[in-house]
């Protein structure tokens, strides 16, 4: 069975300081793969999407980017955080047909 | 875009009472719909999905009704438990190979 891993599960950092959560999917190959922002109370929030290795589409200009350097892994990343980057990260995948998408347990990330 | 859109952000109902989550889409020419369930804290969970070749929908408990003609999107949920207590999203497919764009959430309060 496929299964969907995101880690860490909770992340404070100091403004300006890097960022990486990583992402793996395990049981399926050349799976479409997404990261999500959601605000408290708010709803989903694309970010960015990937259809293979090396292919990211930005739904989002910000200061966060991605980077998918195998099949099943994907990386949110960012130089500088900034207090705006505070909120739950969320990872998904999905077959070609981007219909039903399969979540992580989720980020929570608080820039302090 | 076209996006899709809560008529609720709130539902209270009584443990055992039939729950209703109501959703309007402005896009005819989406294809496809689905339902998330997110409890605090969590990632998405997938509850059901449905083509735009249908009407209705059923799974375990839960039944999913399509009014294209007033594009209107409705999950049912019987004898609604506490454990149902959760933030409900509905999310649709624009025709072609577009990601899901969400709906910004019901949530669902089950008193015992």
């Known amino acids: 069975s496929q299964t969907i891993h995101q880690w860490p599960a909770t992340l404070v950092q100091p403004v300006g300081s890097p960022l990486s959560l990583e992402c793996t999917v395990e049981?399926?190959?050349?799976?479409?793969l997404y990261w999500y922002r959601q605000a408290a109370g708010r709803g989903l929030q694309l970010l960015f999407y990937?259809?293979?290795?090396?292919?990211i589409s930005s739904e989002v200009p910000q200061n966060l980017s991605a980077s998918r350097p195998q099949d099943r892994q994907f990386i949110l990343s960012s130089k500088k955080l900034l207090l705006s980057d505070s909120g739950f990260y969320l990872c998904?995948?999905?077959?070609?047909?981007?219909?039903?998408?399969?979540f992580g347990s989720g980020t929570q990330l608080s820039v302090l | 875009g076209e996006s899709v859109g809560l008529h609720l952000p709130t539902l209270s109902v009584q443990e055992g009472d039939n729950s209703i989550i109501n959703c309007a889409y402005s896009?005819?020419?989406?294809?496809?719909f689905i339902w998330y369930k997110q409890e605090s804290g969590k990632g998405p969970q997938f509850i059901i999905d449905?083509?735009?070749?249908?009407d209705k929908r059923q799974g375990q408990r839960v039944t999913v009704l399509l009014n294209k003609t007033v594009k209107h999107l409705s999950l049912q949920i019987a004898a609604t438990q506490p454990g149902d207590s959760a933030v409900y999203f509905c999310a649709e497919r624009y025709s072609g190979y577009s990601t899901l764009t969400f709906g910004k959430g019901t949530m669902l309060l089950v008193s015992p």
């Open positions: 049981g399926t190959s050349n799976p479409n």
């Open positions: 896009n005819s020419a989406s294809d496809y």
């Open positions: 998904a995948w999905s077959g070609q047909s981007n219909e039903k998408l399969f």
């Open positions: 990937s259809v293979g290795i090396g292919q």
């Open positions: 449905i083509r735009s070749n249908m």
